[in-house]
């Protein structure tokens, strides 16, 4: 049974959430910053990042699903999760700030890249797969489900952008500032406190709710048993067909976040004020997902929501880059050109940000299609995976933007107005080409997600011993909206 049978208390939403914070951290670093902090500030050749960050997936596509799967066998009167949000965070709060001040003598090399960027992948990994784990045993509830990752993800992006607000006004508040090694240290320092923060205190105010001692005590743990298990959870057709489409989907947003840095200050000429606003502007979008998400679910499902969320962003990321080469865009670094742009992201963002969420959302069905397939729960382990997938993307994302800035031979530490125009058309054109190909990836894979509202209350039902709620009738969906999230209007606790 879940956790909480009624309503979801609102505390719960907000706590739980918090955890998220430590993600949306480690994901605005890794995404915005940590490649132009390597290449344009270190010197580090972009392809050699690109690359380390690569070599760190092949460790965490081995040890991401043992932890997983370690959380699933983890066997305490604390329940499963919590002793791993107690314990990883401090390692993980070290780790992140010597990722930001490199404990190297001279440029860092490949292997240093790698095994910095291991050790705050798979100390993050340990706590966000039992962090994000607890959503299926907190709730079965198709709708409910949505709303907790609303608020893990209002929250992760919160955390995020509040990095990025400090980041363009405190540690790095000018072009030339964030050329120069000194704030980003201080970055690092305040993340990491920030990281513990999250962790350890939504880990404690969850603690009265989900400390419970598992239902069922796990066997004896073996290696070839746990790849056994993992291999079989991983083939359930429902994870495959999300893991092709959220990969894509990942990976493209993984790339949009990493290049946002060079088009920002190369191709849009930012002010400074520009990139002050600009965490505002995805906090904007943020919130409009946060309220939309819900109603969407209600109305088309999590597939379908997921497919149109990718493809909506795709328009809306590509036309203010179609204006540019076209000559109908304002001049570039103008008062008009940075507030029609910041239109169009707000859009894009929101779509995307809908599609992220929405497959996210999904793994939690799997669960139960799983367990009534094998009758084991692997919530950690489908989790892992899913983290596993979003780490790839990640480090896909940093990767490819690597090789589009190699490839146009953009130089470390090269000021704004000294780009070639025909530089930066490359880097438009190449970004729009690599938008287009994962977008459609994603929404063709997403919408073929196998496991319908209807499947997934009957398996609830199976599970609890009682019918299955019968299919509504020609419903009205603004009525259906609302019994979807109660809440979903508002962001107001």
């Keep these: 049974m879940p956790f909480v049978t009624g309503p979801l208390p609102q505390r719960l939403k907000l706590v739980h959430g918090f955890g998220a914070v430590a993600f949306g951290v480690k994901d605005s670093g890794f995404s915005f910053f940590l490649l132009p902090f390597y290449n344009l500030v270190l ?26 799967h370690l959380s699933d ?32 003598t001279g440029t860092p090399g490949f292997w240093d890249i790698v095994a910095l960027a291991v050790g705050v992948r798979l100390l993050l990994s340990a706590c966000e797969v039992p962090s994000v784990s607890l959503v299926p045993e907190i709730i079965d509830d198709y709708d ?56 350890i205190g939504s880990a404690a105010a969850q603690h009265r709710i989900v400390a419970q001692l598992p239902e069922r005590r796990p066997p004896p743990f073996s290696i070839t048993g746990a790849f056994a298990e993992i291999f079989d959870a991983f083939r359930e057709k429902a994870f495959v067909i999300f893991a092709l489409g959220g990969l894509a989907a990942y990976v493209l947003q993984g790339m949009t976040f990493s290049i946002t840095q060079y088009v920002n200050l190369y191709v849009w000429q930012f002010s400074e004020l520009a990139f002050q606003l600009y965490p505002a502007v995805l906090f904007l979008s943020v919130v409009l997902m946060f309220v939309i998400v819900g109603p969407l679910h209600r109305r088309w499902g999590k597939p379908k929501s997921a497919a149109l969320g990718a493809l909506v962003g795709l328009a809306f990321y590509c036309s203010p880059y179609v204006f540019y080469l076209a000559g109908a865009w304002p001049t570039v670094g103008t008062t008009a050109s940075t507030a029609l742009l910041y ?151």
């Excluded at 983890?74 to 919590?82: D, H, I, V």
């Design 43 to 68: 010197g580090v050749d972009a392809s050699t990042v690109g690359a380390a960050l690569a070599a760190a997936l092949v460790i965490d596509a081995l040890v991401d699903p043992l932890i997983g």
């Design 343 to 493: 239109g169009f992201l707000v859009c894009a963002n929101t779509a995307s940000v809908v599609a992220i969420i929405s497959a996210t959302s999904m793994v939690a069905e799997i669960v139960e299609a799983f367990e009534e397939r094998t009758g084991q729960r692997a919530e950690g382990t489908f989790y892992a995976g899913n983290w596993l997938v979003q780490k790839c993307a990640t480090g896909g994302g940093i990767l490819l933007t690597s090789l589009i800035v190699q490839s146009i031979d953009l130089a470390p530490g090269t000021p704004q107005a000294e780009v070639a125009p025909e530089t930066v058309r490359q880097l438009v054109w190449l970004f729009m080409l690599a938008a287009t190909v994962l977008a459609s990836i994603a929404a063709f894979w997403l919408a073929r997600f196998p496991i319908s509202r209807e499947q997934h209350e009957a398996r609830v039902a199976a599970r609890r011993g009682r019918p299955a709620p019968p299919a509504p009738a020609t419903p009205d969906p603004l009525d259906q909206a609302v019994r979807a999230d109660p809440d979903a209007h508002t962001i107001t606790p």
């Design 144 to 199: 409910d489900r949505t709303t907790l990752f609303r608020y893990r993800f209002l929250s992760g992006w919160l955390g995020g952008l509040l990095m990025m607000v400090l980041t363009f006004t405190v540690f790095l508040p000018t072009p030339q500032s964030q050329l120069q090694p000194e704030g980003y240290a201080s970055y690092g320092l305040f993340g990491a406190a920030l990281i513990a923060l999250s962790v």
């Design 73 to 104: 066998r983890t066997y305490t009167k604390w329940g499963r999760r919590l002793p791993w949000l107690y314990l990883a965070p401090w390692p993980l709060a070290l780790v992140w700030t010597m990722l930001w001040s490199p404990p190297f």
